[in-house]
Every structure is written in structure tokens, then in C-alpha cells.
């Protein structure tokens, strides 16, 4: 039996420039999320028309540079073209529309799937999302996490042999569906990199992210998807990306070269030096 999603639950898909191919939609359909969808753009986007013309009142428009004025960008170069800005308007949006739990949801999603952990690493497409989106807003709401977030393909590189396909646990990181609430609100920071900034630097204050490894999303590969964040990624590659982590943390990330075949610089977290340690009780001084 399908589960019905609060009346107070949203799901905000962030875009630019894409207004005929936001693949998310498709997904959030065929895997049977029947709830409040909008799709999130800023007033910078020159294809802004066309979004209003095919969605009509299911699109939200944000004042980009307002908000920019609003966090730590990490840089001071003249270029605006992530989702960033997006991302912490979505605080704000959620307000203005009346509701209190929301998820942030790229635009290139092809596939929400079950991972199962049987006698290896397994997958299934989900078509009953909103009973999922139900029990992940549940979980949410029992923890004092500032965001939870579904598993990516790439955390289960290497298959059954893969970490996260041997335990069920939640995972110290948070990436790309952000599940949120206007009770706990916080700004991602890095204009770049900025997920990874957030949950590393907020980690470190104390705020809780976690990934549920047994839901995950399929995407697109960035770099074939036109438009969104492909051409900043295609203009400065990992390097760049992965140093704005290091600015933000540096006493626990590092740049490392990563990937079998095709190597690439990439961010890497040491998270015992990351994020505060609770201790047992038994190491308690009397």
C-alpha cells in the first residue's frame, strides 16, 4: 500500500539551463513519488521563459545575486554558474510556500533504486518512493542530524567488495538529495565543491550529516550532461574542486590521485581528525 507524504514535505529540483531535459522528473514519476514537486531556478538563467512555459507554476525563481550576499562563496571570482545559490535558497522557499521538511534534488537523475545486501551487492529500481521519502523523513525526524541524503553510484565502486555494500550503517558524508528542515536550518559554503565543504566544515562544528546506504540515485556523467554545473566542472576540472575542501579544513583533507585506469585529483577525508568524537563511558575520569 502506497503511503501518502506529508502535507508539510516538498521536493525541490534544482536547475539551469536545462528546461527540456530534467530527466529527475521522469524519475520522481515512474518510481511513484505522487507528492509536492517544484522546480527551483535562479533569475540569471537565460532560459527562465522557457522553464515558466513547459512547468508553469511548479517553478520557483530565486534572486541569485541577493542570496550571494548572504554566505561565504569561498572565492572572490566573478562567476555564479553553481548550485550553490540554489541550494541555500532553498531555506527561505520553503518557507514562503508553507512547508517544513523539503529534499534538494539535481536535475539528473535517472533511476532511485533499493541496494540490497545479500549474498553480494545488488540493486533494484524503487516504485514506491513515497513510502521511502516517508521512512527517510521519519528517520529525519527521530535524529538530530542537520541533513540526511541517499546513497550515489559511486559510493559502491568496487561492488560487493565495496565498504559500504558490507554494512547498513549510515555513512559520515551527505551528497546531492538533501533532506532538510526550516527547524534546522544551515548554509552550504565553496561555490564549488560545495556539499563536501558543508558536511566536512559543518562536521567539525558539531552538525550531523549522514548518507542512507540502502536507497541510492543514478545520475547522468556530469561532464556529457549539457548545461547546469558541467561547463565549470569541464573549465577547472577536480583540481580546483577538490581545493576548496582544503581551504575550508585543512587539518583534515588532502588531495590525492584516485582511480584505477584514468587518475584524477581528488578530495580525501581523515575523518578521525573531521568531526567531534564521542567517547565511551568507560574512559569517563572519576
Same mark, same amino acid.
Given at each position: ?58 517553478v520557483i525563481v530565486f534572486d541569485?545575486? =541577493? ?11 566573478? =562567476? ?5 545559490? #540554489?541550494?541555500? #535558497? ?5 518557507? &514562503?510556500?508553507?512547508v517544513k521538511y523539503f529534499i ?24 514506491? $518512493? ?5 521512512? $527517510?523523513? =521519519? ?9 540526511? #541524503?541517499?546513497? &550515489? ?33 544551515? &548554509? ?19 552538525? $550531523? ?13 556530469? &561532464?556529457k550532461n549539457k548545461g547546469g *554545473?558541467?561547463?565549470?566542472?569541464? *573549465? ?20 590525492? $590521485? ?29
Open positions: 500500500m502506497q503511503t501518502k507524504l506529508p502535507d508539510d514535505f516538498a521536493a525541490f529540483i534544482l536547475t539551469h539551463g536545462r528546461p527540456r531535459n530534467i530527466s529527475t522528473l521522469n524519475s520522481l514519476a515512474s518510481s511513484g513519488y505522487t507528492g509536492r514537486v517544484y522546480i527551483v531556478i535562479d533569475n540569471e538563467d537565460a532560459t527562465g521563459d522557457e522553464y515558466k512555459a513547459l512547468y508553469g507554476d511548479k541569485k545575486r =541577493e542570496i550571494a550576499k548572504t554566505f561565504d562563496q569561498g572565492d572572490n571570482f566573478n =562567476e555564479r554558474r553553481t548550485i550553490i545559490y #540554489a541550494r541555500n #535558497a532553498c531555506f527561505e522557499i520553503a518557507k &514562503q510556500i508553507g534538494q534534488l539535481d536535475d539528473d537523475y535517472t533511476c532511485f533504486q533499493y541496494r540490497l545486501y545479500n549474498s553480494g551487492l545488488g540493486y533494484m529500481k524503487i516504485h514506491s $518512493l513515497d513510502s521511502v521519502m516517508s521512512v $527517510l523523513l =521519519e528517520y529525519y525526524k527521530l535524529i538530530p542530524a542537520a541533513s540526511i #541524503a541517499m546513497a &550515489q553510484g559511486g559510493d559502491f565502486i568496487g561492488g560487493k567488495q565495496s565498504p559500504h555494500a558490507k554494512h547498513l550503517k549510515p555513512l559520515r558524508k551527505c551528497m546531492n538529495t538533501f533532506i532538510c528542515s526550516t527547524d534546522r536550518p544551515f &548554509q552550504f559554503v565553496g561555490r564549488i565543491n560545495e556539499d563536501v565543504n558543508t558536511y566536512v566544515w559543518r562536521g567539525s562544528q558539531g552538525r $550531523l550529516f549522514f548518507t542512507i546506504p540502502i536507497v541510492s540515485i543514478v545520475q547522468k556523467t556530469t &561532464q *554545473m558541467s561547463d565549470v566542472y569541464l *573549465m577547472s576540472g577536480t583540481y580546483l574542486k577538490s581545493f576548496y575542501t582544503v581551504m575550508y579544513a585543512p587539518s583534515c583533507t588532502k588531495i590525492k $590521485l584516485m582511480g584505477d585506469k584514468h587518475k584524477r585529483l581528488h578530495h580525501c577525508i581523515t575523518w578521525r581528525n573531521a568531526v567531534p568524537v564521542i567517547l565511551c563511558e568507560s574512559v569517563k575520569k572519576k
